[in-house]
C-alpha cells in the first residue's frame, strides 16, 4: 500500500522546534511578536496535548491538503536563517490531517493558545539528529512559503535513508 507523503514548510526555530521562538528578524509583525505553532512541533511531551502514542504539531497552509490520505509521512521543510541553507529537518509518520484544527492550552502563544492540524504516531516521528540537505529531493525550492507540497514515498524513505547515512559516517 502506497502511502502519502508531503513536505511542509516550517518556519526556522534555532532551539529545534522544541520550545517557543518569536523571530525577531520575520517581515510581519504577528511572527514578532507570537512564536509560530509549528515551534513545539518536536517537543514531544506538551504537557495536555502529546499522549504516550501521539504527538500533535503544526503547519501553515493557506487550504487543508485534499490529496493527503491519513496514514501518510510529513516532511518538515525549513530555511535554515543561520545557514541559509534549505534542509528537511524531521519527519512525523502515521498522520491524520485534523481538519478544523484542535486547540490547547499552552503558555506563550497568543492567547496562550497551541493550534494543531496534524497529529501523528509519537514512535514514527522524528527531528532528525543532523538536517538533511533539502536540494538533494528538489532542485528549487521543496515547499513555498506557506504551504505543502506532494511527493512519493520513496521520497520520505530516501530522506530518512540519507538521515541515517549521514549519522553513520560521523561515527
Known amino acids: 500500500m502506497k502511502r502519502s507523503v508531503m513536505a511542509v514548510n516550517i518556519s526556522w526555530n534555532p532551539h529545534h522546534w522544541q520550545k517557543p521562538y518569536t523571530d525577531p528578524r520575520a517581515g510581519h509583525s504577528y511572527a514578532r511578536k507570537y512564536p509560530g505553532h509549528e515551534s513545539v512541533n518536536f517537543h514531544f511531551n506538551k504537557p495536555g496535548i502529546d499522549t504516550e502514542t501521539h504527538v500533535y504539531g503544526f503547519s501553515q497552509w493557506q487550504?487543508?491538503?485534499?490529496?493527503?490520505?491519513n496514514g501518510g509521512y510529513v516532511l518538515?521543510?525549513?530555511?535554515?536563517?543561520?545557514?541559509?541553507?534549505?534542509?528537511?529537518?524531521?519527519?512525523?509518520?502515521?498522520?491524520?490531517?485534523?481538519?478544523?484544527?484542535?486547540?490547547f492550552h499552552y503558555d506563550r502563544f497568543?492567547?496562550?493558545?497551541?493550534?494543531?492540524?496534524?497529529?501523528?504516531?509519537k514512535a514514527l516521528s522524528l527531528l532528525l539528529p543532523l538536517p538533511v540537505d533539502a536540494r538533494r529531493y528538489s532542485s528549487g525550492r521543496m515547499v513555498g512559503?506557506?504551504?505543502?507540497?506532494?511527493?512519493?514515498?520513496?521520497?520520505?524513505?530516501?530522506?530518512?535513508?540519507?538521515?541515517?547515512?549521514?549519522?553513520c559516517c560521523l561515527k
Open 110 to 121: 497568543q492567547n496562550n493558545t497551541l493550534q494543531c492540524n496534524m497529529k501523528a504516531a
Open 145 to 167: 512559503q506557506i504551504g505543502f507540497t506532494y511527493y512519493d514515498e520513496s521520497t520520505a524513505q530516501k530522506v530518512v535513508s540519507d538521515a541515517r547515512l549521514i549519522l
Open 63 to 69: 487550504h487543508c491538503p485534499k490529496n493527503f490520505s
Open 76 to 103: 518538515f521543510y525549513t530555511k535554515n536563517l543561520d545557514t541559509n541553507e534549505s534542509q528537511i529537518v524531521g519527519v512525523y509518520g502515521d498522520v491524520e490531517i485534523l481538519n478544523p484544527h484542535q486547540q
